[in-house]
């Protein structure tokens, strides 16, 4: 009996096992890479992590396609970017991402002894008229969410003047820009005209602090712009210290890069941000297939998912404040809404009507971008080019 008993019990086990071998098992790498990014920051900059999610998620993508993708970084090393190119092109990397601006004339040096390699220069436009076969560059249309963005600092200004904690003449907007670059104007004039699309009573002051990412910096920027009247705090810079001292003052916020609500959860709206998964799948994915990346990745946006806003804080956001950026999302989409739409605003009080601007990184403006009513921001190169100071911004400072 008990050897009867032992041979029905093996028999069930067998019949266990092979049962669950009929469950479908996870596909285990065929293929395995190794993927390099040069970062100019780490972990604790805004800006990189937003790099990183990315990444991760492309790792996602290929892993579900049976294919391995090891990320190698290199971080916090604006200077020899060409020796971090280099040492990742001799550690195996089939492509290589430098994540800012900046970093491309050295990545350039590198990408000449590496042909196999393609290296892509993010936020950059250099690579697009190079003579080099390996090296393409990338820059999403953020302008087109840091529009939606200035849509919700929009509605929470007409919030506070209806409550009647500020007058129109007191909705005033402040803004951390890094750079005097055509980059952060074109942003900041975005976020700017989306605030005036649902506040036309708005106006804005930006400080620039001359640095990508410097957490004091940006911090008493932020306090210096809330001294002089800003209720509503946003930025072109790597760390949250703006959205921290926002809410340290009682004011508002809104973000770039990652969701800043968990920093400053009764001051932080909303943020923009690019998101770089599509890009980093496609670049891969391109030459995994032996083939070569479009040189000069322009034209994606919000209609791509490659331009997103984060979660809007409903607990702080203003009423309205969801639907009036969906609807300015479809008409952007659409092409309904230009976003520099030359009726819209002014420049030394007239209408702008020619604005030239360089295409090919030699400083020598050949280019009519104003044309069919409006200018064709990274029509022409995916790198922004608007550069223009239009009315109802004021500049603190012009240093940097």
């Not at 070569?292 to 997103?308: A, C, F, I, R, T």
Request: aromatic share 10%.
């Amino acid at each position: 009996m008990k050897k009867l008993f032992a041979l029905v019990l093996a028999i069930a086990m067998i019949l266990g096992l092979a049962a669950c071998g009929d469950k479908p098992q996870p596909a285990a790498p065929t293929q395995s890479y190794k993927v390099g990014m040069v970062c100019i920051g780490d972990a604790n900059q805004a800006y990189d992590r937003n790099f990183y999610m990315a990444a991760d998620n492309a790792v996602k993508y290929f892993a579900d396609k049976g294919v391995s993708i090891e990320w190698v970084y290199k971080y916090n090393n604006p200077v020899e970017v060409a020796d971090d190119c280099a040492e990742l092109a001799e550690d195996g990397c089939i492509a290589v991402f430098c994540n800012s601006y900046g970093q491309e004339a050295q990545m350039l040096m590198a990408a000449k002894d590496y042909p196999d390699v393609a290296f892509a220069a993010l936020t950059n436009y250099a690579s697009q008229a190079d003579q080099l076969d390996n090296t393409i560059n990338a820059f999403p249309d953020i302008f087109e969410g840091r529009y939606l963005a200035g849509v919700a600092a929009g509605c929470k200004l007409n919030e506070l003047i209806e409550k009647g904690e500020i007058s129109e003449d007191e909705a005033v907007l402040g803004y951390v820009g890094a750079y005097t670059y055509s980059e952060v104007i074109s942003g900041y004039t975005a976020f700017f005209l989306g605030a005036q699309s649902v506040c036309p009573s708005a106006s804005m002051k930006v400080q620039f602090i001359g640095s990508w990412g410097n957490t004091e910096a940006e911090r008493a920027a932020a306090q210096s712009l809330i001294d002089l009247g800003a209720v509503i705090i946003s930025q072109h810079s790597d760390n949250t210290s703006p959205a921290t001292t926002a809410q340290e003052n009682g004011c508002y916020h809104i973000g770039y890069n990652i969701s800043m609500s968990d920093v400053a959860p009764e001051a932080s709206i909303v943020s923009s941000r690019i998101d770089w998964t599509n890009y980093f799948v496609y670049v891969i994915e391109t030459v995994i297939n032996g083939e070569k990346p479009e040189q000069d990745y322009m034209g994606h946006g919000l209609k791509d998912g490659d331009v997103k806003l984060t979660e809007l804080n409903t607990a702080i956001a203003a009423p309205g404040t969801e639907e009036a950026i969906a609807a300015a999302e479809e008409a952007i989409k659409s092409g309904a809404l230009k976003i520099f739409d030359t009726s819209k605003f002014t420049v030394n009080g007239a209408e702008l009507t020619s604005s030239m601007i360089d295409i090919t990184a030699d400083f020598a403006p050949d280019i009519e971008a104003v044309f069919d009513g409006y200018f064709h921001e990274s029509y022409f190169v995916s790198a922004p080019q608007f550069a223009e100071q239009i009315d109802n911004i004021e500049l603190v400072n012009t240093a940097f």
